[in-house]
């Protein structure tokens, strides 16, 4: 183990430089960086890394080399707006000795912040009140960043020596899969032995778990008719009702049959009993009119199972399909004219973490240490960027992050003691993994 004064050097240093961490979190904050336009937020990373010192390597993903990869998927941000100029970054101070290499990673996308009228204050701009700190991404996840980029400063200012590789990264486009970021960053060479993403968990509660995620699309036809004649026509949306209500019962029946999410908990206590989850999440009918039976409905789906499923992303698309298959076979007019399944944007497996490494043992340890509470495990309900690690790469990767609430709505902030307790395990665990020159 480090000696015990280094350890409390750094500790010390991200405490007593809270203000400044915080400083840089509303700088990038004020980055606005939508999915497919993560750029001004990449600009404030690069400038920050190149003040430390660092050489930064930057690049557009190549979604043609990516696309033979089993985690490869067309991500929506990618259909809209292509890879250029949307590039990631990555920063190493490479290690002086034979230590272990580490990654900590962190994606600076956000969702929108819609309705803005809805927040107390522009979530594009900061806003510290008991404790808090408030703007979108605080949480989900500028925050983290801001944790390894004041843990790396401690052990900069602080003469800190590390043996072993360090790679600073941010990544493009997790919230819509991450195909583009992480996974791109991995097959460019950024293969730690392990690695830490910084999403917030609410240390000391540990990210271990991610689900599986798919989103489709059912096409339902009708026959379009003035409605005065409505017998003349077919109402697709009543028969778009059947799928619906055929789906919610699957929902159901995959819920009572897959009732553990495994080793890790689940995030949400009131979520017992959802494990695994089949949603409708947008309907429209194309070409509508008041005087018109619908002609044609469109629903949009989203399903997420648990890694304790033992399920593949083939077995999901097999279940939901036959569930609609079913409806049609015994409907006269759906028999005749089937609808239409399209699986579109997210597409990922679920994972979880290797227990038993020398890494995880590692982060618990020093995430006790630090918060004094006893480390318990989060297993996620939605899809992240750990899998790629664990998953494809057999590189161990927890989360490890702050506390805070709202991630993805309105009002959206960090607790700020945890954004320090953050800071301080990801500085700690950075010591002892990869070593220190005495």
């Known amino acids: 183990m480090t000696d015990r004064g280094t350890r409390e050097a750094v500790c010390e240093h991200i405490a007593e430089n809270r203000d400044e961490t915080l400083a840089f979190l509303s700088e990038l904050v004020a980055a606005r ?41 067309e991500t929506t941000p990618f259909e809209e707006y292509g890879y250029e100029g949307r590039e990631n970054v990555a920063a190493t101070d490479p290690g002086s000795g034979d230590g272990r290499s580490l990654a900590l990673s962190g994606h600076v996308d956000v969702v929108p912040p819609d309705p803005v009228d809805a927040w107390e204050h522009d979530p594009w701009e900061t806003h510290l009140e008991n404790g808090r700190l408030y703007g979108r991404g605080t949480f989900d996840m500028k925050g983290g960043i801001a944790a390894f980029v004041a843990a790396y400063d401690a052990l900069r200012e602080l003469g800190v020596e590390l043996r072993g590789d360090l790679t600073l990264q941010t990544t493009i486009e997790e919230e819509a899969g991450g195909v583009g970021g992480v996974l791109s960053a991995l097959e460019r060479g950024y293969r730690p032995d392990a690695a830490i993403i910084p999403e917030p968990s609410g240390v000391p509660t540990v990210g271990v778990a991610s689900a599986g995620v798919l989103y489709f699309r059912v096409t ?46 689940n995030q949400y206590a009131e ?19 008041t005087s018109t039976v619908p002609g044609e409905v469109v629903m949009e789906y989203r399903i ?5 499923a033992g399920q593949t992303r083939e077995d999901v698309r097999a279940e939901v399909t036959e569930t609609i298959r079913r409806v049609a076979e015994n409907d006269d007019w759906l028999a005749e004219h089937p609808p239409e399944i399209e699986w579109f944007g997210w597409s990922t497996d679920p994972h979880e973490i290797d227990y038993d490494s020398d890494f995880f043992g590692l982060v618990c340890e020093e995430t006790e240490r630090v918060t004094g509470g006893e480390v318990e495990y989060r297993g996620g309900l939605g899809g992240n960027d750990e899998r790629f690690y664990n998953r494809y790469y057999d590189v161990p990767c927890p989360s490890v992050g702050p506390s805070g609430g709202n991630g993805h709505g309105t009002d959206e902030y960090v607790d700020v003691d945890s954004l320090v307790d ?17």
Request: some cysteine; overall charge negative; glycine content about 10%.
């Open 422 to 438: 953050t800071a301080q395990v990801l500085a700690l665990t950075t010591m002892e993994w990869c070593g220190v020159e005495e």
């Open 33 to 73: 960086s939508l999915p497919g336009e993560e750029g001004p937020a990449q600009a404030v990373m690069v400038e920050t890394f190149e003040a430390f010192g660092l050489d930064v390597d930057t690049w557009e993903p190549d979604a043609e080399a990516l696309r033979s990869h089993p985690a490869f998927f």
């Open 220 to 265: 339902v036809p009708g026959k379009p008719a003035h409605t005065a004649y409505k017998f003349l026509g077919v109402d697709a949306v009543g028969k778009g009702y059947e799928i619906y209500r055929a789906l919610e019962a699957l929902h159901e029946e995959r819920n009572e049959r897959i009732d553990d999410y495994g080793p890790s908990i």
């Open 271 to 289: 979520a017992e009993g959802s494990t695994t989850n089949l949603s409708l999440t947008d309907i429209h009918v194309p070409g509508s009119w």
């Open 304 to 308: 997420g199972w648990p890694p304790s």
